[in-house]
C-alpha cells in the first residue's frame, strides 16, 4: 500500500497541482517557480545541514547524546529529498520540514506516540575519554614467548 502512495497517488497529485498552477499563471512560470524553489530548497539544506552538523558536534563535546540534532539531520534529509522531486506539494512539505518549530512538532508528535527508548547509561550522557598525557600510546599486548611456549605445549600433547 505505501508503494501506490509513494509511486502512483504522490506524482498524480504533483501533476494535478502542477497543471491547475499553470493554467493560472503559466507555463513557464511555474516551471520557472518549481526550478527557484528547488533551488533555493537546496541551499536552506545546506545550511541546516551544516548548523545541525556543527550543534551535533557541540552537543557530543559537552558529553550529551545529540538526539535531537540526529532527528533534525534525517529531517533535513528527508526535506532534500522532497525538495529535490519537482512539484508544489513535495515542495510543501520540504519547506516545512525546514522550519525548527514543524520539527519540533514532528518529534514531540513522535516520541509521544511511540515505544523509541534511549539505550545507554540512564544519565542520558557518555563520557568522553580524555588523554591524560599525549605522549603515552594506549594498547594491549600479549607476550610472544608464553604464546610460543602454549603452542609448543599443545602440538606435544
Same mark, same amino acid.
Given at each position: 500500500?505505501?508503494?501506490? #502512495?509513494?509511486?502512483?497517488? #504522490? ?9 491547475? #498552477?499553470?493554467? !493560472?499563471?503559466?507555463? /513557464? ?6 526550478? +527557484? ?7 536552506? +539544506?545546506?545550511? =541546516?545541514?551544516? =548548523?545541525?552538523?556543527?550543534?551535533? @558536534? ?18 533535513? +534529509? ?8 519537482? *512539484? ?5 512539505? *520540504? ?6 518549530? +514543524? ?9 509521544? !506516540?511511540?515505544? /523509541? ?11 568522553? @575519554?580524555?588523554? =591524560? ?10 607476550? #610472544? =614467548? ?5 603452542? @609448543? ?5
Amino acid at each position: 500500500m505505501p508503494f501506490i #502512495v509513494i509511486f502512483i497517488l #504522490v506524482p498524480f497529485i504533483e501533476l494535478a497541482t502542477f497543471a491547475s #498552477v499553470s493554467e !493560472h499563471i503559466g507555463i /513557464w512560470t511555474t516551471l520557472t517557480l518549481a526550478f +527557484v524553489t528547488a533551488i533555493i530548497g537546496g541551499l536552506l +539544506v545546506k545550511y =541546516q545541514g551544516i =548548523q545541525t552538523i556543527l550543534s551535533m @558536534r557541540g552537543a557530543m563535546d559537552q558529553g550529551q547524546m545529540p538526539l535531537t540534532e540526529i532527528f533534525d539531520g534525517f529531517c533535513l +534529509v528527508a526535506a532534500g529529498a522532497l525538495l529535490i522531486t519537482p *512539484g508544489f506539494v513535495t515542495d510543501t512539505i *520540504g519547506f516545512a520540514l525546514l522550519i525548527p518549530p +514543524v520539527r519540533s512538532a514532528l518529534r514531540h508528535f513522535i516520541s509521544k !506516540h511511540t515505544d /523509541w527508548a534511549v539505550a545507554g547509561s540512564s544519565s542520558g550522557s557518555y563520557q568522553r @575519554r580524555q588523554p =591524560q598525557d599525549p605522549s603515552i600510546l594506549e594498547g594491549e599486548y600479549e607476550h #610472544v =614467548q608464553d604464546l610460543k611456549k602454549e603452542l @609448543r605445549d599443545d602440538t606435544d600433547a
